[in-house]
């Protein structure tokens, strides 16, 4: 095995522990070419202007007011959960995804391969899905999606699962890695190759591979991915360009590391487009169009950088250690006590090589609503959780994830505020939905109602 194959060490184990622990549209009156101030609802202060057929929208203001914004019902349309886990499907394990489809809830957790329905009042229907090495059972599921009001797909590395909720169907198919020549890497004892990173409308999907990250010199380097549409039947269809997605550190014996406050790249897909944004001392998101794999939105917003000083890296630290902490809870036993010593000498070692990030970012996650509305997870500013890196732990009771609401048009209207203590996972054009845990750690899943005046 080459150097730039080799990453079992506990320093390069806690380079990916760590990102865990922290991690539009543009219209204008003038042409191509051409420049406009634009004045909305609420005063919004915006320009927009064409570029090499690229719709750029630079926002300096927000568009809401107090009577225009958006905000939450006073109270959740239900609760899901239960202390003992005796309400029927809600016996939830430690981390809980939850997503909307249509006005129903899908619920599934770290520990079950399953997809638990539940209808528009917060009533278990039924499960898709089970755990097993059939053509349609799942023994991880990756990554997953709902498409529409009855469509679930799950990725489950060698094959990808469909669900039918309104027929009970459920069929298969192998990804298959595209047809293009592609750097991957083997890390953590796992061959990381092509990743399925979302779903279109149509049913065809973006698959990224996963370079090493290491640069052949030592220093800073910004890995990019390649983003390639592939239809299920196998077909490839074509290149979504190559974007940036994390920075690391290379040190001089060819360790690799995350800096204090890592840049992540974030991607999400919607209707037929894909968004990327890569944003620490800036703020800006750009969407391209999975037809023709072209950029043709660029949205950015007028937020000063903010420059990393001493106390929130003091922060930051408090906050990944309460992450490790609880990934050794959870692992109980299955976690020798001189591999947890291994593990937090690497990274006192790591930490004291680490460079110091200069800015933090500003763009922590991106949600695209159907609506073409785009939401963008902002940084807790205290820097004591990251809303959208939520694999461990949840948010704390006093604080809340805030976003950044982006119309279609690519005007900033304002933020929208999610309730304290709520681990948001998905949004949608009518719901927040998420989960949050009470004194004695067990979760309950919430749906709220978006009021829009």
Not at 346 to 361: F, I
Not at 375 to 403: C, H, K, N
């Given at each position: 095995m080459t150097r730039r194959a080799r990453h079992t060490t506990t320093r390069a184990l806690a380079a990916f522990v760590l990102p865990l622990a922290v991690a539009v549209a543009g219209c204008g009156a003038e042409g191509a070419g051409g420049a406009a101030a634009a004045g909305g609802a609420g005063g919004t202060d915006a320009t927009v202007r064409d570029s090499a057929g690229i719709r750029i929208v630079e926002n300096r203001d927000s568009a809401w007011t107090e009577a225009t914004r958006w905000r939450l019902a006073e109270s959740p349309d239900f609760v899901i959960g239960s202390f003992d886990g005796s309400a029927p499907g809600t016996d939830f394990g430690d981390v809980v995804q939850a997503r909307a489809m249509g006005d129903r809830v899908v619920v599934t957790d770290m520990t079950s391969p399953g997809f638990r329905v539940f209808d528009e009042t917060g009533t278990f229907v039924e499960q898709l899905g089970r755990r097993g090495e059939g053509p349609t059972e799942i023994q991880y599921a990756i990554e997953w999606d709902v498409l529409g009001t009855d469509t679930i797909v799950v990725w489950a590395l060698s094959k990808t699962v469909v669900f039918d909720a309104a027929s009970g169907e459920a069929s298969s198919y192998a990804p298959g890695a595209p047809p293009v020549e592609a750097d991957t890497f083997e890390g953590l004892g796992a061959d990381f190759q092509w990743m399925v990173r979302g779903w279109f409308r149509d049913g065809s999907y973006v698959m990224m591979n996963n370079p090493d990250p290491r640069g052949d010199e030592p220093g800073l380097a910004t890995q990019y991915l390649l983003a390639e549409r592939m239809r299920p039947e196998g077909e490839h269809v074509g290149s979504l360009g190559a974007w940036a997605m994390q920075r690391y550190f290379t040190t001089p014996d060819g360790e690799l590391m995350a800096p204090t406050f890592p840049t992540v790249g974030h991607v999400a897909t919607s209707g037929m487009h894909l968004w990327h944004a890569f944003a620490d001392s800036a703020f800006e998101v750009r969407r391209i169009d999975a037809r023709s794999g072209a950029v043709d939105r660029l949205v950015r917003l007028s937020t000063p950088p903010t420059e990393v000083d001493d106390a929130m890296v003091v922060r930051m630290r408090e906050f990944e250690d309460r992450q490790i902490e609880r990934v050794m809870e959870q692992m109980?036993?299955?976690?020798?006590?001189?591999?947890?010593?291994?593990?937090?000498?690497?990274?006192?070692?790591?930490?004291?090589?680490?460079?110091?990030?200069?800015?933090?970012?500003?763009?922590?996650?991106?949600?695209?609503?159907?609506?073409?509305?785009?939401?963008?997870?902002?940084?807790?500013?205290?820097?004591?959780?990251?809303?959208?890196?939520?694999?461990?732990?949840?948010?704390?009771?006093?604080?809340?994830?805030?976003?950044?609401?982006?119309?279609?048009?690519?005007?900033?209207?304002?933020t929208l505020e999610a309730p304290y203590g709520l681990a948001v996972t998905d949004v949608t054009d009518d719901y927040v939905v998420g989960y949050r845990k009470d004194e004695f750690d067990v979760p309950y899943v919430e749906r709220w109602r978006i009021v829009r005046p």
């Open positions: 109980g036993d299955q976690m020798p006590a001189e591999m947890l010593a291994e593990m937090q000498r690497g990274m006192e070692e790591m930490r004291a090589q680490q460079p110091d990030a200069r800015y933090a970012p500003l763009v922590v996650g991106l949600r695209p609503l159907p609506s073409g509305h785009l939401l963008v997870d902002l940084p807790d500013w205290e820097w004591r959780f990251q809303p959208t890196q939520l694999m461990i732990g949840e948010i704390p009771a006093d604080m809340r994830a805030t976003f950044a609401v982006i119309d279609p048009d690519g005007r900033w209207l304002g």
